[in-house]
């Protein structure tokens, strides 16, 4: 007779998944444009991305060879990404008549450009970006992050971003740059010269594909 609890939970969990699977997805901002290849995949479907396709809760977006992405999200805030590179929005949470307001976003491979929108700007609003090596707190920020010198680098273009690796922590305002190698402590903070910009730069934009970093 024990078995029957175990058969209810697990009958309560296979419903609730046909629920989940059943519901329909949460629109949280467009594709701006895109350049080559892009796709999204959400509850194990995968369609092509292009400009002014919907941008879901939870999508993950990857882009190929030579590809570009830039997206805005219902607050404002645009994110960029550059070729091979993979975005999922963990968490979006802004209703204007309130104060809530949260924004996760993680950028599991590849370069990024993100421009805070009024989530970031909101008092008491919360914004993360999560990347492989580094969490990243932003306010009124425009940030770059990729891998770049054999390493993973973070530039703050506008605003102050804090940078957390698994050995630390470092503040960067606007023009700072700092790296993380695989010991996962962030190098001291410098101004990052006008050719490593350039080439970060490079790595986000619409055009020619860069060069490998």
Known sequence: MRTIPRLVAVLALVLASAALA????????????VQAEAEATLAGRTRPLAASSDLYFLD???TGEGARLEATLRDGTKLT???????????????????RAELAVRFA????LFVGGRIDGTPGGKTIIRTPTAAIGVRGTTVWGGPIDKGFGVLALDGEVTVTGRRGTVTLRKGEGTMIFADGAPRPVVVWPAEKVGRAIAAISFGPAPGRQ
Request: net charge positive.
């Open 22 to 33: 059943r519901a329909e997805p949460v629109a949280i901002g467009s594709v701006d444009k």
């Open 81 to 99: 990404l550059g070729e091979r590179a993979n975005l999922v929005v963990d968490a979006f949470v802004y209703d204007p008549g309130t104060s």
């Open 60 to 62: 993950r977006c990857r």
């Open 109 to 112: 491979k590849g370069a990024f």
